[in-house]
Structures are given as C-alpha cells and as structure tokens.
C-alpha cells in the first residue's frame, strides 16, 4: 500500500519535531503529502481567554508551527507538500480526526522504550483500535525518536512502515 498522506503531531516538543522531520523524510521518499497537526486544548485558551490573549496566542502558535515546519522541511532538498491545521482540540482527538484522512499517523516519542498508556500515540491507537473494532478503517500509528520508528502502535492490516 502505498502511504499517500502522513498526519503528524506538532505540540513543539522533541519528539515532536523529530516526529515531523522523519514524517516529512518519509513523505518526499514516498510522494506522499504531509498533514501537521497541532492541537489548542480548551484549557490553553481558557488561560488565553483569560488574560484577553486569544489572537496573539493563536498567531504565536501558528508562527511557532510555521517555523517548525520550515526548519524541517529544509533539511530535505526537494520537500512533499505540507499542509498545516490548527485543531481547536485535544491532541488525542485532533490526530484522531487527522487518521480518518490520513494512510499513516506519526507521534513523537517523549521518551525511548515502549510508550505509557497515558502517552498522545498510545491514546491515539486505542482510541482507533475501538474503530477498528467497529470495523472502520485504521491507518497504522507510530512513534518516533531521534533514531526514527521507536515503536510501531498499531497496523491496519498493510506492511510495517519502515524510513
């Protein structure tokens, strides 16, 4: 099967932009176009509404994404196309929205081993599990470090991705 569109997770952490530039890695090898998804939790714009902050917190986050994205993409020579969404959402429902789109889900890895139940990518793929369950299609989720695929969450009957 061929991987047409990589949704990834960009919460500004680590993980997450090594997430994305193996994303973006993949996608240029793959022709396939990548989905960045970055989430704004109702607790971050609470905080924002809060301190009547909500279009400088927005633009921040947008700038912030649009750098992260930029700097990634320039470590390929000819990058796939990116598309970008900000998600008024939890990150669990975000990349869950993302996958209904999406032949592959990338996460970062806040740390190198086997993710904890309580980690994005290990809510994403029971999350997608119970649809699998349901019989909905499931893209294969994974995680990803600094020395690439760290663990392979869930598939969806295709092959293992692999960089």
Known sequence: MATHRIAVGLNGSAGARDALAWAIRLAARRSAAVLVVTAWPDAARDVSRRRNALRPDRLAL?????GQIAAAAAAVGHHPPILREL???DPVTALCHAAARADLVVVGASRPGRPSRASVGARV???LAAGRTRGRPVPPV????SAGILRLLAVAGGPVVRE
């Open 87 to 89: 998600v008024l959402s």
């Open 62 to 66: 947008i700038r912030t994404q649009q």
């Open 125 to 127: 793929e029971a999350r």
């Open 142 to 145: 994974v995680a990803v470090g």
